[in-house]
């Protein structure tokens, strides 16, 4: 599974950070996470209690807070953009020379530390 | 008791990724190790195109191979007893993919002096292709039955992967497998592509991969 390995990821980079702050205790983890990103949260909410567990110092009881942020396209032909959610096609005029602005991003946001 | 403080990080885990990546990859070039991460989806044959390979290069490099798998010790068992070079295996307990963290495990776990490690990736054709292993060349194989459409379906693979295996060529006449239009379709995507058509079953044009290969890991160990 995709997110098991982002999940281990996510810890390794936090505890980290832990280290540089003297062995702090990593409170809450948050993340915002794209619409069209190939991460999908249920998953890693699914994985993370048990990643922690197993593979961290720092986040033996660690909080997951997810933010989705809308994913947006960009029309070359209209020069409008749109939710990416509506498909490769422009809703505004029909066309398909369209890209993607922002929305398939994995990100730490923040972390909360004691 | 202490206070809960908020540590802003904004930090994008595909670039964390990536720098893990190729800082291995970096590490490996200084250590003179050629890294070559094999891709494709269950049973095109890479484990049976390995062995080959392995057979012609294992008298000019010092080889070992490492079998990522889900759960079983197969591909490890059966590379190890086909060509006697070290092979280990990697559970991935679950996961769809290998990242540089995972493959520099690996390594460790290896144990010893080598000039060229294999790394056999999962079975699939999505997830191993984002996600960098810190490898020196990525390597797909797309095998006959598999059908021309693959490239196009899953283009993100043929754009990582710089040397490109057609298997089991001789299944040709069975299956309605139109080269010239994966030839197409890769180099659409992939320019520096090398596409070499091969049956890793009967040994067809295996010798050709092999000498390709070794210029390529001649040329990065020097
Ligand atoms: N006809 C034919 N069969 C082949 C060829 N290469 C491999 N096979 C067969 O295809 C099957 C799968 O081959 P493997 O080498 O195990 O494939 P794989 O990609 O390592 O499979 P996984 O590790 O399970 O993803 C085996 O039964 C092989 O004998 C070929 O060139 N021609
Ligand atoms: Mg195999
Ligand atoms: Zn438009």
Redesign the pocket.
């Known amino acids: 599974m995709h997110e098991l390995g982002i999940a281990f990821h996510i810890i390794s980079e936090v505890d980290k950070i832990a280290e540089e702050n003297n062995g702090v205790e990593v409170k809450s983890v948050t993340l915002e996470i794209g619409e069209v990103s190939t991460v999908v949260p249920k998953y890693l909410e699914d994985v993370w209690y048990w990643a922690c567990e197993h593979k961290s110092t720092h986040l033996k009881n660690c909080k997951l807070n997810i933010v989705v942020t809308k994913a947006i396209s960009f029309c070359n032909s209209c020069q409008k953009t749109y939710s990416t959610l509506e498909g490769k096609k422009c809703p505004n005029c029909g066309s398909e020379d369209t890209f993607l602005v922002e929305g398939n991003q994995t990100k730490i946001k923040s972390i909360e530390v004691v | 008791m202490s206070e809960v403080r908020t540590i802003l990080l904004n930090r994008s885990i595909a670039d964390s990724i990536e720098e893990e990546a190729e800082e291995l990859r970096q590490e490996l070039k200084k250590r003179k190790i050629f890294l070559l991460n094999v891709m494709?989806s269950?049973?095109?044959?890479?484990?049976?195109?390995l062995i080959r390979l392995v057979n012609l290069l294992k008298d000019k490099y010092r080889i070992a191979i490492m079998e990522a798998d889900i759960d079983s010790d197969v591909?490890a068992i059966t590379v190890a007893r086909e060509t006697g070079v070290k092979s280990i295996q990697l559970h991935t307990g679950g996961m769809c993919h290998l990242d540089g963290s995972m493959t520099r495990q690996g390594l460790e776990a290896l144990d010893g002096e080598y000039d060229f490690v294999i790394l056999?990736n999962i079975?699939n054709l999505v997830c191993p292709a984002e996600f960098d292993t810190g490898a020196s060349m990525n390597m797909v194989?797309l095998?006959v039955p598999e059908g021309s459409d693959k490239p196009l379906k899953y283009p993100l693979m043929f754009e990582k992967s710089d040397l490109v295996l057609i298997?089991?060529i001789?299944?040709l006449e069975y299956f309605d497998f139109d080269y010239n239009i994966v030839e197409n379709f890769i180099f659409n995507r992939n320019k520096n592509a090398v596409i070499f058509k091969?049956?890793?079953?009967n040994g067809t044009g295996v010798e050709e991969v092999s000498k390709h290969l070794s210029s390529l890991i001649d040329k990065w160990r020097s």
């Open positions: 494709s269950p049973g095109s044959g890479k484990t049976t195109t591909d056999e079975g194989i095998s298997n089991k001789d299944t091969i049956s890793a079953k």
